[in-house]
């Protein structure tokens, strides 16, 4: 069992940088492959980041590639999104995501734990 809780959301303006953060609880974290997700108003959820257990592999969609990164402290049991040159289009409520196995993942079916999501609004 594991339990995720996001945070570090909120309100920011256009070029802006928010940093998310996901804690986990479970003995499992480590082993466990995580990724970000995110759901807009009138929209369907969307892969944005995923990383493996160890940190080295990660993956993002095209529309955050190079703005957005994807890591993780197994020591803090913790997985970040940090989010620079933010834009209106990626207001959103962000998802944490675990996966039970270790590799990475693009797809929210494959993620079997998830939490609450934290609301980002850019404003333009």
């Known amino acids: 069992q594991v339990q995720l809780v996001e945070s570090g959301g909120g309100l920011v303006q256009a070029g802006d940088s928010l940093r998310l953060s996901c804690a986990a609880s479970?003995?499992?974290?480590?082993?466990?492959?995580m990724g970000w997700f995110r759901q807009a108003p009138g929209k369907e959820r969307e892969f944005v980041a995923t990383v493996n257990s160890n940190g080295r592999i990660t993956r993002y969609a095209d529309s955050v590639k190079g703005r957005f990164t994807i890591s993780r402290d197994n020591a803090k049991n913790t997985v970040y999104l940090q989010m620079n040159s933010l834009k209106p289009e990626d207001t959103a409520v962000y998802y944490c995501a675990a996966r039970i196995e270790s590799w990475i993942s693009v797809n929210h079916y494959e993620y079997l734990y998830w939490g609450q999501g934290t609301q980002v609004t850019v404003s333009s």
């Open positions: 479970g003995r499992t974290f480590s082993s466990n492959g």
